[in-house]
């Protein structure tokens, strides 16, 4: 397969970081184009900064208030729309819609914030006297992670144990100890 001279210039003007190894073929390095990586990120970034955006301005005492402003303005109107079917439908599909879209932002919230934790978790760990095998234990499976935590927890039991042992035998040491008087 041959190339037309103008590809081979027009990939020579790109980016390295925006090729990525390919393979070879009749002498000719081949490389993927990474500009649909690069948009990708750029979509994900525009998604979380919405995200973040919708999460805080619905966190909001205002949202609430207004959330609350408009039930009562619905509530209220009802009696000049006759109780009608689309009277009740307007604040049906109003709120299916908005509680669908806010699943998934929250979901997406939720998600990164308990990455962002697992990762701090993960360097505390790290960089502690901690278990090294603890990183990363959150891909596991349900029963997985129920065996570490029965373990740790017969782990800590132990050590209560032996520390009430050792608080034991000091309070009978000293208990024994001749007494100093006072003079």
Not at 4 to 13: K, N
Not at 27 to 50: C, H, N, P, V, W
Request: charged letters at 20%.
């Amino acid at each position: 397969m041959r190339f037309p001279s103008s590809a081979r210039f027009a990939c020579a003007q790109l980016h390295p970081m925006y090729l990525l190894p390919a393979g070879t073929q009749d002498g000719y390095r081949l490389f993927l184009i990474g500009a649909a990586i690069d948009g990708s990120r750029q979509m994900e970034k525009l998604f979380t900064r919405i995200a973040n955006w919708v999460a805080h301005i619905t966190g909001l005492p205002l949202t609430f208030a207004g959330c609350c402003v408009i039930v009562v303005v619905w509530a209220v109107s009802g009696p000049f729309f006759g109780f009608s079917d689309t009277w009740q439908l307007v604040i049906n599909t109003g709120t299916t819609i908005i509680t669908f879209l806010m699943v998934f932002l929250i979901q997406n919230t939720q998600n990164r914030d308990g990455a962002a934790i697992q990762a701090k978790l993960d360097e505390l760990i790290r960089v502690s006297e901690g278990h090294n095998n603890f990183i990363g234990i959150e891909h596991l499976t349900e029963s997985e992670v129920e065996e570490i935590r029965d373990k740790c927890e017969r782990a800590a039991r132990r050590h209560d144990e032996k520390i009430a042992a050792m608080a034991a035998k000091k309070a009978v040491a000293q208990k024994r100890a001749p007494k100093k008087h006072a003079a």
